[in-house]
């Protein structure tokens, strides 16, 4: 496990990187595209997300997917769920969906149902 100090730094930078400069929205993103941005090696990121924040780099990711997600259906009634989905970095409408529904505990149609 990752010396907590230097984990909290880390996890800091790892926010950072995904608030500011959204590369989940890359479907294709790789925990070696992260780790290599932060400079550091690909393992010391995965020893981070699975050690000391308890989670794999996909839950991860589809996390600040998610979010973002809900995000883009709050801010406009108008946007196909379908185009959330592929905006979000998600490949496939049935990812973004079971992603949706694992991590909001509800389905993209019904979560901007209840905006309404």
């Known amino acids: 496990k990752i010396e907590a100090a230097e984990a909290e730094n880390l996890s800091m930078r790892l926010n950072h990187l995904m608030e500011n400069e959204k590369m989940y929205t890359n479907a294709d993103l790789k925990l070696s595209?992260?780790?290599?941005?932060?400079?550091?090696?690909?393992?010391?990121?995965?020893?981070?997300?699975?050690?000391?924040?308890?989670?794999?780099?996909?839950?991860?990711?589809?996390?600040?997917?998610?979010?973002?997600?809900?995000?883009?259906?709050?801010?406009?009634?108008?946007?196909?769920?379908?185009?959330?989905?592929?905006?979000?970095?998600?490949?496939?409408?049935?990812?973004?969906?079971?992603?949706f529904k694992k991590i909001a505990n509800t389905t993209p149609a019904k979560y901007k149902e209840s905006l309404s």
């Not at 932060?38 to 010391?44: E, G, Q, V």
């Not at 794999?56 to 973002?68: A, D, K, Q």
């Open 33 to 99: 595209d992260v780790a290599s941005k932060m400079n550091i090696l690909p393992h010391t990121l995965s020893q981070l997300i699975n050690d000391n924040l308890g989670k794999s780099f996909t839950l991860l990711i589809n996390e600040y997917r998610v979010g973002e997600a809900k995000n883009l259906i709050q801010s406009n009634d108008q946007i196909k769920l379908e185009a959330v989905g592929y905006d979000c970095g998600f490949n496939s409408k049935s990812t973004f969906y079971s992603a």
